[in-house]
């Protein structure tokens, strides 16, 4: 097991202490990092005391400590999964050789390239989200956010240790760059476009966490795939974090219907009272899934297939050995493409339909999130259902952009779709209304009409604690 | 995967850690590897979250297709005996979770590739 050295400057557990180039490279970037918060994090509550999680170690359990912190004295640390012993590369071309410790020459732009723009995401939604304390709907969630913003941080030191131990002055210039792009600068823009609008209310607050973030999962599960181990145990730790932000959705959108779904059964118009209605949610809902599924990339893909053959990228959950066919070359992934005004089946090559693979299992995975919503609204015994959009649906990246479908995967002309957009999208009005509604909620214990309770609060405590102290 | 080879997950969502399911997936692990130390019969993983978190502790076990809910300690030699192929499965521990829960866990896990 990895010895934690906690009482460094930067916590870690990569033996910094004895690598003093790099310690020094990295204690150089620190005041930068920590100006950037200031700067581009959450605004006016770096004073405050925030009851946080923060990791202290790797091992099973007890892996992170609870306690009151002020956001710039969070202890960003460096922290990888523990190595295993003689683990070989599991799938691709190289499959039974070695693992790298070191960056193979010829993979060194390809890697490098993943692991900037993998970065580049974690400041960003830092970023997006900076002004939603002002209208938080209780202290339970304003904590929340505050763990997920801090936590989105030290993903950003994850990446920035890697291109400062592995890409020399090449990687130290990335980092210094993931500093200078800010979302939605129209100069220096964050480098995937989710990343550059702002998460204006709570409610795109929770499902960004719900649907965004769970692209994140799976873009940082495949790369817990890599070959390339310090990548592999570096995500794979990421990964224990970022299952508290994916829940931290997929509460706050079951909590925002489970309240709807109350007023339903009082008779309340939810609009009467603050509160948001099932179709504006569900347009919500299908905006973010459908801008979450273009972070995939393209269903057919020659460097999604050129990931995989070099042993960077896997799929999920490749090292459990649920494949077949490890090398994914004996078989091939049947999409449907929209060829002359109707869907055609078409076969791909397996290693090409990699993007599509991971797409499918993020799917499915949303699906589950959508029964347990659905569950809970049949419990209160109400009819609405929340319908999950299909693949096709609102698409910007991939075989689908230059068509225009339902959320149902139907196939529609240009005209129906525009007539039709207000019942599948957020409108002007619904945002409108939406930001109406965000209005702050300090007293512990209280939470926004908008919004129910929680079952229960954070690492034991009660929902009525006070997460955040003011000064 | 080798046809013979199970495949167990352990699930390590919010509800089913808040329930103890590190220590229930360590242990299991310890028991399956102090007969098949070489993972041969029986791979012990951890998954993110299957969606049973009102039954949970929940761990599946692969390729029989079999979801055990509310699974405590006093039941892991039980589940050892099945997965290693030395027992019947624990049927008191499954049909607990909603089906299409336990669909979708297979449709995973049944990949054609």
């Known amino acids: 097991m990895s010895t934690v050295d906690l009482e460094a400057k930067i916590p870690n557990n990569v033996g910094l202490r004895d690598n003093k180039r790099l310690l020094r490279a990295l204690e150089k970037w620190q005041p930068a990092f920590l100006e950037w918060w200031k700067d581009m994090g959450p605004t006016d509550f770096n004073q405050n005391d925030i009851y946080l999680r923060t990791a202290v170690g790797v091992g099973k359990g007890g892996w992170a400590h609870f306690d009151y912190v002020k956001m710039p004295d969070y202890r960003w640390g460096i922290f990888l999964a523990d190595a295993h012993e003689g683990r070989k590369i599991h799938f691709g071309d190289q499959i039974g050789s070695p693992i790298w410790n070191e960056v193979p020459g010829e993979m060194r732009n390809r890697l490098r390239r993943l692991i900037v723009t993998q970065g580049d995401t974690e400041p960003a939604s830092v970023e997006q989200q900076r002004l939603l304390g002002h209208t938080a709907p209780s202290l339970y969630d304003l904590r929340s956010l505050f763990q997920v913003n801090v936590e989105e941080g030290r993903h950003l030191w994850a990446m920035v240790y890697l291109l400062h131990t592995f890409f020399g002055a090449d990687g130290r210039d990335e980092a210094e760059e993931m500093l200078q792009r800010h979302s939605g600068d129209p100069d220096t823009p964050r480098i995937l476009e989710a990343f550059n609008k702002p998460i204006e209310t709570w409610v795109d607050f929770f499902c960004f966490t719900t649907f965004t973030d769970r692209d994140g999962k799976y873009q940082l599960a495949a790369l817990a795939e890599s070959s390339f181990d310090p990548l592999a145990r570096t995500t794979q730790f990421m990964l224990t974090e970022e299952a508290y932000h994916m829940q931290t959705g997929e509460n706050g959108v079951g909590r925002i219907l489970h309240r709807t779904a109350e007023l339903a059964k009082e008779g309340t118009d939810p609009r009467s009272v603050g509160a948001i209605p099932f179709d504006m949610m569900q347009r919500y809902i299908n905006e973010w899934m459908s801008a979450s599924m273009d972070l995939f990339g393209g269903e057919d893909s020659t460097n999604a297939a050129e990931s995989f053959a070099s042993g960077l990228k896997g799929r999920y959950r490749e090292g459990d050995g649920i494949y077949k066919d490890p090398t994914a070359l004996q078989h091939s992934y049947d999409v449907d493409v929209p060829e002359d005004g109707k869907l055609v089946k078409k076969s791909i090559p397996l290693r090409r339909a990699m993007n599509a693979l991971l797409l499918d299992a993020y799917h499915q995975d949303c699906t589950r999130i959508a029964s347990r919503w659905n569950r809970d609204l049949d419990r209160l015994g109400v009819d609405f259902r929340v319908k999950l959009p299909t693949q096709r649906f609102n698409r910007n990246q991939g075989l689908y952009a230059d068509g225009y479908f339902t959320p149902e995967g139907e196939m529609v002309s240009k005209e129906e779709w525009e007539r039709r957009r207000g019942e599948w999208l957020p409108s002007q009005e619904d945002r409108d209304y939406v930001r109406s509604c965000m209005k702050a909620v300090y007293e512990p214990g209280k939470f926004a009409n908008w919004i129910a309770p929680p079952a229960q609060g954070v690492n034991d405590q009660p929902v009525d604690f006070e997460y955040v102290k003011f000064h | ?113």
């Open chain 2, 1 to 113: 995967m080798s046809d013979e080879q199970r495949l167990v997950y352990v699930c390590e969502g919010g509800d089913c850690t808040e329930r103890g399911s590190g220590d229930i997936h360590d242990k299991l692990k310890e028991q399956a590897l102090a007969v098949d130390p070489d993972e041969e019969k029986v791979r012990v993983r951890r998954y993110p979250c299957f969606g049973g978190c009102e039954c949970g502790i929940n761990v599946t076990v692969y390729p029989d297709k079999l979801f055990y809910s509310h699974v405590k300690e006093e039941d892991l030699p039980d589940v050892v005996k099945h997965v290693l192929g030395e027992g019947p499965a624990v049927d008191r521990l499954t049909g607990a979770v909603e089906p299409d829960i336990e669909e979708m866990a297979w449709m995973m896990l049944d990949s054609p590739y």
